[in-house]
């Protein structure tokens, strides 16, 4: 059976509709719960795709992240192995890493809450984009940023930062932003994320008041592009 290893730094950031669409295509799904004490597998193995979810620790240092290095070794890995993969928020930073740009804070502060993307003309040809209409507002959760690797194709920007998904070869790709997000997304982030965000100028009103609508409208976009990458994954289509 196809296997896709699921990277999970904190409890509330799981897979969520990434691991709905993995499921659709019977993907066995290999949760590495790192924040309970996970090992993450220095290689990727006999896995056939990998998903590194988002966490409030920072990609450039080791304080606070005792599997960075290996994160980032499995993620150099299956770069070089083609094996398809997925980063998300963090999980786009250590992509970003693992491919040879620079992660760093964000000089425009952090970016919290429902806000639009725009595409670029390049999503016209990617295997997961295609056919979206821009802008889309989307869930953002982050204060880092990262250069884009030399060689990606940029895919999305935002008013306060340019880079904002990007694909790396054929089959990597990199989300700042949390397309993952359902209703038990949003109240989970906010149980435990909330009072962060609040200390950082982001009341929780302003996330939870706008989330249904966002979320109803969202959901096709985020329904097509996850069940695109989990396509890939386990029918070898893309």
């Not at 669409?21 to 090992?39: I, M, Q, S, T």
């Amino acid at each position: 059976m196809t296997r896709c290893l699921v990277v999970q730094h904190l409890e509330p950031e799981k897979a969520y509709l990434v691991a709905e669409a993995l499921e659709r295509h019977h993907v066995e799904l290999d949760v590495c719960r790192v924040y309970a004490g996970d090992a993450v597998p220095p290689e990727v193995g006999g896995y056939d795709a990998v998903v590194v979810m988002g966490g409030s620790m920072s990609a450039t240092t080791d304080e606070g992240f005792p599997s960075r290095r290996s994160e980032l070794a499995m993620l150099r890995g299956a770069l070089d192995g083609q094996v398809p993969i997925l980063g998300i928020c963090l999980g786009a930073q250590l992509l970003a890493a693992a491919a040879g740009a620079a992660v760093y804070p964000g000089r425009q502060g952090v970016e919290i809450g429902w806000k639009p993307i725009a595409l670029s003309a390049n999503t016209a040809a990617d295997p997961l984009f295609r056919g979206v209409v821009s802008p889309l507002t989307v869930l953002h959760w982050h204060g880092d940023t990262f250069d884009l690797p030399a060689g990606a194709v940029h895919l999305a920007s935002s008013e306060q930062y340019a880079n904002q998904a990007f694909r790396f070869g054929a089959r990597a790709w990199g989300l700042q932003f949390h397309l993952e997000v359902d209703a038990q997304a949003v109240t989970a982030f906010l149980t435990d994320l909330g009072d962060a965000a609040a200390a950082r100028g982001v009341p929780r009103r302003a996330i939870e008041g706008p989330a249904a609508k966002v979320l109803a409208a969202l959901a096709p976009t985020g329904r097509t592009v996850l069940d695109r990458f989990a396509a890939i994954v386990g029918d070898g289509a893309g």
